[in-house]
């Protein structure tokens, strides 16, 4: 890993991504994160966003919960990102803004974004700098900070450079269904979709009950189940695929929920059908 730091804060890192399955980003109250990758391919799964991103995309993430996930499913992969973090008091004082006064908002946390050659531009010119730190001195990296806030401002089509750098610190949190019901055939572990919530697994679960009436373990393994129905009726897709579609970890968890359920396995379903 290699960093490059201002005024005691990480504001450039360079980091290898070890193959994985599912990787958490935590970010706190008053850090916001762009990220380039330079090498493989990732989902993002945030409480309501799912995308990829590449060496063609990166992702703008306000300071909330979210995941990388390994898009190349059975392949291994090693992949390589660079990060832009931000801080609304290095911007304040850099720009001498005063945040208080934008009221611009924006109705996402995580955002795709598609580089053109500017950005492109100033990924490989941070690159540069992260390779040879030596050449960061304070006033280069307050021209890379301006300078990127000036391309992400063009680039979301934000109101003025203050307005940008404001609204990547008012996350857009979503109601707690709206979570729920965006992530419920996605393989996640109830902790991983607490997570996503920002609450603990305890609250999670309380919160889960009082708006379902019923375990989250429960009611997720029976719509998941109900839509593996649905998929076996309707289609000739295999029993593998179905376990894909729906979110299950393993054939096996899928054969075991199914029959827990209906009271057959998915083939004597799909025959009996």
Request: hydrophobic fraction near 35%; aromatic fraction near 14%; charged fraction near 25%.
């Amino acid at each position: 890993m290699k960093v490059i730091e201002y005024k005691g804060r990480i504001v450039f890192k360079k980091m290898s991504m070890p193959h994985f399955q599912r990787m958490m980003r935590q970010y706190y109250e008053n850090e916001a994160c762009f990220a380039f990758v330079t090498q493989g391919e990732y989902q993002i799964r945030g409480q309501t966003e799912y995308f990829s991103i590449n060496p063609k995309q990166g992702v703008l993430g306000k300071c909330t919960n979210y995941f990388y996930e390994d898009a190349s499913y059975d392949v291994a992969q090693e992949g390589e990102v660079i990060g832009i973090y931000l801080y609304p008091e290095i911007y304040q004082s850099l720009f001498d803004f005063d945040f208080s006064r934008s009221t611009h908002t924006t109705r996402y946390n995580l955002k795709q974004v598609e580089l053109d050659k500017l950005l492109e531009y100033f990924r490989d010119s941070i690159n540069v700098l992260l390779d040879s730190p030596e050449l960061a001195d304070d006033v280069l990296i307050e021209t890379k900070l301006k300078e990127f806030v000036s391309l992400m401002t063009k680039k979301v089509s934000a109101p003025s450079e203050m307005d940008f750098i404001a609204s990547m610190f008012k996350p857009h949190f979503a109601q707690f269904e709206e979570v729920i019901q965006h992530n419920l055939y996605a393989d996640l572990t109830l902790d991983e979709l607490a997570k996503l919530c920002h609450m603990s697994l305890s609250t999670f679960k309380r919160k889960f009950n009082s708006i379902y009436s019923e375990p989250p373990k429960k009611y997720i393994t029976r719509l998941k189940v109900q839509k593996a129905v649905e998929l076996l009726k309707q289609t000739d897709m295999r029993v593998s695929d179905v376990v894909f579609q729906t979110g299950f970890e393993s054939v096996s968890s899928f054969n075991r929920a199914f029959k827990n359920v209906l009271g057959r396995t998915p083939s004597e379903y799909r025959k009996e059908g």
